[in-house]
T-cell receptor, first 112, second 121 residues
Framework: DQQVKQNSPSLSVQEGRISILNCDYT??????FLWYKKYPAEGPTFLIS?????DKNEDGRFTVFLNKSAKHLSLHIVPSQPGDSAVYFC???????????FGIGTKLQVIP | GAVVSQHPSRVICKSGTSVKIECRSL??????MFWYRQFPKQSLMLMAT?????????EQGVEKDKFLINHASLTLSTLTVTSAHPEDSSFYIC?????????????????FGSGTQLSVL
C-alpha cells in the first residue's frame, strides 16, 4: 500500500523550460512534505519542504505547491538546468513522527 | 551540509553468510539513525530506527533477528544482515539526523549515506 505515489517514473524537459514533478498521497495524517534529490551513487539530499498549513513554498528556482483537498503536491523547477538532472523523491511525515514515507521517485532529465 | 558515510557501497556474498553495513556521521553526532531498503521499482522503505545506546525500533514485517542493528556510539550505526538469502538482495541506505542543521522541521535535518547494493548469490 503506497501512501506516497509518484506516477511518472521519468520526465524529460528542455533546458530553460519548467519542470513539474507530481506527487499524490493517501494518508490524511501527513502534515509535512519534503522533496529530496538524488544523483547516481549518492544518497538523497533534502531540497525543499512544505508544511500542511501552507499551500506554497518557494526557494530560488524551486517551488512546491500543496493541494490538501486533492492530496496532491508538485515541485516546479524554473528555469530547468542540466544540473537538475537527477531522481526526485517526494516524501511525507506525520506531525510528531520521525518516520518519513517516500515515493518511488521520478527521474528528471534536462536536455541542453 | 552534514556528511554521512556508508560502507561498503556494494557487496556480493554467498547465501547463508552475514553481511555488515556501516553508517557513520562524520561531522555531527547522531542520536538517531534510520535504515531503509529499496527493491527495484519500489520506494525507499523504512526498516528500523536506531537510537544510540538503546534497542532499535523495527517496522512491521522486518525481522529483528535477521537484521541486527547496533548503534553503539553517536557517530556509528551498523546493520548486519544475518544468514543472507537471495531475497535479501536489495539497496540498503542509512540516514542520520543532525539536530543542528536545516530548518525548524526535524525531517529537514536528515542526511543520507550513499547506500549499499547487496547481492546475495
Amino acid at each position: 500500500d503506497q501512501q506516497v505515489k509518484q506516477n511518472s517514473p521519468s520526465l524529460s524537459v528542455q533546458e530553460g523550460r519548467i519542470s513539474i514533478l507530481n506527487c499524490d498521497y493517501t494518508n490524511s495524517m501527513f502534515d509535512y512534505f519534503l522533496w529530496y534529490k538524488k544523483y547516481p551513487a549518492e544518497g538523497p539530499t533534502f531540497l525543499i519542504s512544505i508544511s500542511s498549513i501552507k499551500d506554497k513554498n518557494e526557494d530560488g528556482r524551486f517551488t512546491v505547491f500543496l493541494n490538501k483537498s486533492a492530496k496532491h503536491l508538485s515541485l516546479h523547477i524554473v528555469p530547468s538546468q542540466p544540473g537538475d538532472s537527477a531522481v526526485y523523491f517526494c516524501a511525507a511525515s506525520e506531525r510528531g513522527y520521525q518516520k518519513v514515507t517516500f515515493g518511488i521517485g521520478t527521474k528528471l532529465q534536462v536536455i541542453p | 551540509g552534514a556528511v554521512v558515510s556508508q560502507h561498503p557501497s556494494r557487496v556480493i556474498c554467498k547465501s547463508g553468510t552475514s553481511v555488515k553495513i556501516e553508517c557513520r556521521s562524520l561531522d555531527f553526532q547522531a542520536t538517531t539513525m534510520f535504515w531503509y531498503r529499496q527493491f527495484p521499482k519500489q520506494s525507499l522503505m523504512l526498516m528500523a530506527t536506531s537510537n544510540e545506546g538503546s534497542k532499535a525500533t523495527y517496522e512491521q514485517g522486518v525481522e529483528k533477528d535477521k537484521f541486527l542493528i547496533n548503534h553503539a556510539s553517536l557517530t556509528l550505526s551498523t546493520l548486519t544482515v544475518t544468514s543472507a538469502h537471495p531475497e535479501d538482495s536489495s539497496f540498503y541506505i542509512c540516514s542520520a539526523r543532525d539536530p543542528s542543521a536545516g530548518g525548524p522541521a526535524t525531517n529537514e535535518k536528515l542526511f543520507f549515506g550513499s547506500g549499499t547494493q547487496l547481492s546475495v548469490l
